[in-house]
Nanobody
């Protein structure tokens, strides 16, 4: 069983930065892609960014490109989401997820394991 625990959420002002962390345990961390999703208030969960098992490949949603960076430290079994130039529309619960397979993916159905989520609130 894979366990994912997010941390680092909180309140930020527009234009500010936050860094989310997700600590993983339960399987060979470096073998699988990881991703961040978010669920804004009253909306469906949406893809934010993903990173390959080795960390050499990443993919981000258009809405966060140039502002958010996903990275991972396989020695620490941890994936990160650095969020800069935050906007009020980035307000959401952020979830990290571990992929079912070995391919970088953006669909919710491609991820089997989820963290409990961490709230990010951006004030204007």
């Amino acid at each position: 069983q894979v366990q994912l625990v997010e941390s680092g959420g909180g309140l930020a002002q527009a234009g500010g930065s936050l860094r989310l962390s997700c600590a993983a345990s339960g399987r060979t961390f470096s073998s699988y892609p990881m991703a961040w999703f978010r669920q804004p208030p009253g909306k469906e969960r949406e893809f934010v960014a993903a990173i390959s098992g080795s960390g050499s490949n990443t993919y981000s949603a258009d809405s966060v490109k140039g502002r958010f960076t996903v990275s991972r430290d396989n020695a620490k079994n941890t994936v990160y989401l650095q969020m800069n130039s935050l906007k009020p529309e980035d307000t959401a619960v952020y979830y990290c997820a571990a992929a079912r397979g070995y391919t970088l993916a953006t669909r919710i159905d491609d991820y089997d394991y989820w963290g409990q989520g961490t709230q990010v609130t951006v004030s204007s």
